[in-house]
């Protein structure tokens, strides 16, 4: 009996091993990911390059909180919350539904948003005619300046 409970015991050990190991690669590639501004897939932007996908917008309960960027976040500011985009990216947010935009700075990560691209303060949600109700646009965004300061041409 004894002989027995080894082989199983061994490869229990080894299956349970190997599951760590897959679910703590899994964890680390999604935890902060979208929290690092200098995160590879959002430091290839350029400027005058355009991205299109949903806007959201950001809860006022926020109001006041510090950002990912160290400021506090102001709903009657034109800022926004981005996972594609770096800190410090000054975009041009253009509804797809009715042409109005906004001039935004990133200031803060957002929430994993799936196809959606960023969430917008109160004030640049209120320009581009987004509203609570309507939860969400389509939208185009314009890098107009990088995090390093590049401008659009």
């Known amino acids: 009996m004894e002989i027995l409970a080894k082989p199983q015991a061994l490869l229990f050990t080894i299956l349970f091993a190997v599951l760590t190991i897959v679910l703590m690669r899994s964890s680390s590639s999604l935890a ?29 309960r ?7 960027s160290g400021e506090t976040f102001r709903q009657n500011e034109n800022t926004a919350a981005s996972n594609k985009l770096p800190i410090g990216t000054d975009v041009k947010v253009t509804n797809l539904k009715n042409g109005k935009s906004a001039d935004v700075t990133v200031t803060d990560r957002g929430a994993k948003l799936g196809i959606h691209k960023i969430d917008l303060s109160k004030k640049a ?7 609570r109700k309507e939860g969400t646009v389509p939208v185009k965004l314009k890098v107009t300046s990088t995090a390093d300061g590049r401008k659009a041409p």
């Open 125 to 131: 949600a209120n320009e581009i005619g987004l509203t």
């Open 32 to 60: 902060g990911s979208d929290s690092t501004p200098s995160d590879s897939s959002k430091s290839h932007v350029h400027a005058g390059e355009t991205l299109t996908g949903k806007a959201t917008y950001y809860p006022s």
């Open 62 to 68: 926020l109001n006041g909180h510090k950002t990912s």
